[in-house]
């Protein structure tokens, strides 16, 4: 796909796109056509969503003559993960300012923590209180790399902000040409973390009228709750408006966010939330991750559960990523361990 938009920013090609969709058997049993887009896909060690962000995030980068990028998340963040590789692949340094609960003793290399050592970043780690002043924390990493003679190009939590949003703005292209055949109405159905993925595709479901082709886009947040995430996806919206003049003009009208699935807190799992991913991995063979697809895929089985028509004609499931993040899942090994057991 070509340029989406004359005001496009420039993009480097991280992803392998686009991406690939294809039905669920799981549908069959909650008796609704059910399809799965698999931006879990994306690539490899680079892979999830946040690929889609850093095209052009590290187009940035590089055209500002970034030595280094520096980003911030959970100890196990995806995005974090994504930016080492991505970093890494350009030849660019990356640092990494991660929440723990004791920095003095921070968290084992297992899954996303392995990963960003094996790509080279520098881990910062700070507590969870630390966590609230993350901006002016990574601007005096940013200061400290100047004075060492570096360029640092920092890059917010999840990759969230306007700039990133165009990753999803140009997943809704895709996701048109993908439900060009598919019953409507059809909703798709994703997780929310920092609210870039959802701001991204809002804005482009604006511009390509989704409404009017009944296509629906319904988030489910991970953490917080629905006002957070309706002040943080308007704010990266009206930036994004501001800077490109899109004429999408979202309001909170176009926002369709399914709160009341955060179950135990950010990262902490529920017994059905981690039975609905062991079924998932039996029935469909595709691997959820506990802390952001296990939960929204969850909702959708809840929901569905409870009313088949719920989201219309068919539903289309957006796989964010997050393989990695099982591999650091005590919760999900003890699941996995009592079904061997029992
Ligand atoms: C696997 C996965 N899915 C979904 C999300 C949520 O995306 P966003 O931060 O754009 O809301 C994230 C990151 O937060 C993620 O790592």
């Known amino acids: 796909m070509d340029r989406i938009h004359p005001r496009e920013p420039a993009r480097l090609s991280l992803a392998n796109l686009p991406t690939r969709v294809h039905p669920l058997r799981t549908g069959d049993d909650l008796g609704v056509p059910l399809f799965i887009k698999r931006d879990d896909h994306t690539g490899g060690e680079l892979s999830g969503n946040k690929v889609r962000k850093l095209e052009y995030l590290m187009a940035e980068a590089v055209a500002a003559g970034a030595t280094h990028v520096l980003t911030c998340g959970g100890e196990q963040s995806n995005h974090a993960r994504a930016t080492a590789f991505a970093a890494a692949r350009l030849g660019l340094r990356s640092v990494l300012v991660l929440r723990c609960d004791d920095p003095a003793h921070p968290p084992a290399a297992t899954g996303n923590i392995l990963l960003d050592e094996l790509a080279g970043a520098e881990l910062v780690w700070i507590t969870r209180l630390a966590w609230r002043d993350r901006t002016r924390l990574l601007a005096e990493h940013a200061e400290r790399i100047r004075a060492a003679g570096g360029r640092p190009y920092v890059i917010p939590e999840g990759g969230s902000n306007a700039l990133g949003s165009w990753g999803y703005l140009r997943a809704a292209h895709e996701l048109a040409v993908d439900l060009a055949d598919v019953p409507r109405p059809c909703t798709v159905i994703y997780a929310c973390g920092s609210g870039g993925t959802a701001a991204g595709l809002v804005l482009g479901g604006k511009l390509l009228d989704f409404a009017g082709r009944g296509i629906r886009l319904t988030t489910v947040n991970v953490c917080d709750d629905r006002a957070y995430f309706v002040a943080a996806i308007l704010a990266i919206c009206a930036d994004a408006e501001a800077r490109w003049q899109l004429g999408a003009n979202v309001t ?49 089985v809840t929901e569905l559960g409870r009313d088949g028509g719920r989201f219309g004609a068919s539903v289309m499931f957006l796989h964010t990523g997050g393989i990695f993040g099982t591999f650091a899942s005590p919760e999900l090994s003890s699941a996995l361990a009592a079904r061997v057991s029992s």
């Open 252 to 300: 909170e009208a176009d926002l369709d966010i399914l709160d009341g699935y955060v179950g135990a807190g950010y990262a902490r799992s529920r017994p059905e939330e981690l039975a609905t991913l062991l079924a998932l991995g039996r029935r469909d063979g595709v691997v959820l991750d506990p802390v952001y697809t296990g939960k929204a895929f969850h909702a959708l």
